[in-house]
């Protein structure tokens, strides 16, 4: 079973997301506590939104229960 466009794109675009805030953290020094709590927070959001999404497709496919 292949994973359709959508599923797919969803995946890559939250791993997108936690790189982009990932290397925002570690490239800004000057950064405030605000903006490394909101960078942390998108982060966090984002593992767990692929966390779901990654079960849900696993949960299709037989080969992964």
Known sequence: MRLNE??????????????????????????????????????QTEAARLHALVRQVTSLLPDCR
């Open 6 to 43: 959508v599923e797919e794109e969803e995946l890559l675009n939250r791993i997108a997301a936690i790189q982009a805030a990932a290397e925002i953290l570690d490239d800004t020094d000057e950064l405030s506590h605000g903006d490394r709590h909101a960078l942390l927070t998108a982060i």
